[in-house]
């Protein structure tokens, strides 16, 4: 189960902060977990809605993002605290990471209930507070024109750079060693950044999924986030009585592996049609771009991302049938494919670890998600005469 991985990573994570920071004190102290947030918050609260009274476009932004949902039927099916506080609280780390969104803490070695466990708190997920709020008050990063020190009108910030910085991200989105598959690690975002142009030349996270400081965290869901990072060429290759085209697929800016997780898969189709549209049949070829991985995360199936600023290439080629009148590319995202097998599959078989009401939930969520990024048509006609010409 995906489960028995992640609960290795909770026990290396817990005993020392992730080797990835290489010793730097404040990424490890910003993101010791549970996080405790001290007495801040303690008259308002620490609810992204008590922030949203004076910070209401960050709200805003945060609520339409996927950091306000990762405690939703999907993370709450497969979890029960009471019973396996190892594993909640191994999903916690990234899911609701506050300490007052845990129901159990570790306390001398085994688990007790959390007397200040707040369900309102730990519904809102990955919140400001997750983020910003430490005990001795607010950090944020420092003002646009350096720290200037102006005066605060509501509650004291600390300021520090650590916020512009991938370190920042890292916390959530990269595991440490310990847990790899084909000698690969599952979650490898920011070594995969570190490793690109955009870590040699310092273009963090923030400024692809931040930009202007806005809080939207667009990735793999949104499909205008990703075509700004994916560039698209058609070329022509016919011979002899066959049609041929090649569909040349750029990682021309997402600083990381196109897609960077296993969660997603990308569905890359070639097919005929004739002059009224009808797909012939027999012509359809397909190809996928992602990390495919077993269920129970036994083995890779195959890995066939796409690195930065490298390509993937579709090549398609086919005797042409007599009604073929055009040829058509289509690229289809389908960004919870992962997911979406491991609900089907844990609904099917009526796992009796998970809650069933909570997998329909998420499973509409998950099914419903896949969306066309690309499509292109090629006239037959054009081709032949390009090949001819
Ligand atoms: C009553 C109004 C009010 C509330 C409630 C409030 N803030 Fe602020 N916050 C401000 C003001 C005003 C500033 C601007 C201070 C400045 O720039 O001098 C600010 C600045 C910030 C900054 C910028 C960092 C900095 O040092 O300038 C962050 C981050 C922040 N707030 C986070 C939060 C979070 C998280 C919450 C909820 C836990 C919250 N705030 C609740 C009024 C508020
Ligand atoms: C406390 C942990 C945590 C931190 C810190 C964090 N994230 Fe996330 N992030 C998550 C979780 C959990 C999700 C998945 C939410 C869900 O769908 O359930 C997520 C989702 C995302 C997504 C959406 C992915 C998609 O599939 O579309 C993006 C983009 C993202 N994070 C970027 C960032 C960036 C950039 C930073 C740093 C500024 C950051 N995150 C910091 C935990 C975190
Ligand atoms: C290292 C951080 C991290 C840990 C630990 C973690 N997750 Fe996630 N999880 C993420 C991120 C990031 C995403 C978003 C993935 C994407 O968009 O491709 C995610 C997505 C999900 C999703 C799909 C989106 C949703 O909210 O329905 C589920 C379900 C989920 N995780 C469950 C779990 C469970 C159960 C555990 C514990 C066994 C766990 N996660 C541990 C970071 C983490
Ligand atoms: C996943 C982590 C994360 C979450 C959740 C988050 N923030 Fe932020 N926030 C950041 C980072 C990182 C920056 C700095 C971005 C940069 O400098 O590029 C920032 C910047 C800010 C700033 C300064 C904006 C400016 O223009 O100077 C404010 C205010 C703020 N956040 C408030 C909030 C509020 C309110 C919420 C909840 C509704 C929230 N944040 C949720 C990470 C987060
Ligand atoms: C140069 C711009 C750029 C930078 C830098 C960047 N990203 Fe992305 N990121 C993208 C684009 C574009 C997408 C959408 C395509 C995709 O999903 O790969 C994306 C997608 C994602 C996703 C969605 C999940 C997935 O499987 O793709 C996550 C999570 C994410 N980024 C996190 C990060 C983190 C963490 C960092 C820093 C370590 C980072 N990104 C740096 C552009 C960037």
């Known amino acids: 189960m995906v489960l028995s991985g992640i609960v290795i990573m909770l026990f290396l994570t817990l005993a020392s902060p ?3 920071f290489g010793g730097e004190a404040s990424p490890s102290v910003h993101w010791q977990r549970p996080v405790k947030t001290g007495s801040y ?9 008590s922030c949203a009274v004076c910070h209401r476009a960050q709200y805003d932004d945060w609520k339409g993002a996927l950091h306000s949902k990762s405690v939703g039927p999907g993370l709450l099916a497969q979890l029960d605290p009471e019973k396996d506080p190892e594993t909640a609280l191994s999903c916690y780390y990234c899911h609701a990471p506050l300490a007052a969104q845990n129901e159990m803490i570790v306390d001398e070695g085994g688990y007790a209930a959390n007397v200040s466990f707040d369900e309102r708190l730990k519904s809102s997920g ?7 709020v430490r005990e001795g008050g607010v950090f944020g990063p420092r003002g646009p024109e350096g720290n200037k020190g102006s005066p605060r009108a509501h509650h004291a910030s600390i300021q520090s750079d650590f916020f512009e910085r991938a370190e920042f991200c ?7 060693q310990g847990y790899e598959l084909n000698g690969k690690l599952l979650v490898n975002t920011f070594t995969e950044w570190k490793e690109s142009e955009y870590g040699k030349s310092n273009v963090p996270c923030q400024s692809c999924h931040m930009p202007g400081r806005r809080h939207l965290f ?3 869901h949104d499909p205008e986030m990703v075509k700004s990072g994916i560039k698209f060429e058609v ?11 090649k569909l ?3 990682n021309s800016g997402v600083g990381h592996y196109f897609p960077t997780y296993v969660t997603p898969l990308v569905i890359v189709k070639g097919f005929l049609t004739d002059s009224k549209g009808k797909v012939l049949k027999g012509t ?15 083995k890779e199936l195959f890995d066939t991302r796409i690195p930065p600023f490298r390509s993937f290439e579709f090549a398609y080629g086919l005797r042409r049938p007599a009604k073929a009148d055009r040829l058509i590319f289509e690229v289809w995202v389908f960004p919870d494919e992962f997911y979406d097998r491991f609900f089907e599959n844990a609904l099917k078989r009526r796992d009796p670890a998970m809650k069933m009401e909570e997998l329909e939930e998420a499973l509409k969520t998950t099914s419903g998600s896949g969306y066309l990024l690309f499509k292109r048509e090629v006239s037959l006609e054009e081709m032949s005469s390009t090949a001819k010409g």
């Open 170 to 176: 890292a916390a959530c989105h990269q595991l440490d």
């Open 284 to 298: 359809l070829k397909e190809k996928m771009i992602g990390r495919k991985v077993a269920l129970d995360l036994s």
């Open 248 to 250: 040349r697929i750029t």
């Open 126 to 132: 990955v919140g400001c507070a997750a983020c910003h």
């Open 235 to 245: 070329e022509r290759a016919d011979a002899g009585g066959r049609v041929g085209a």
């Open 41 to 49: 918050g303690a008259v308002d609260g620490i609810y992204p809605e």
């Open 218 to 220: 667009r990735g793999i």
């Open 18 to 20: 992730p080797a990835v």
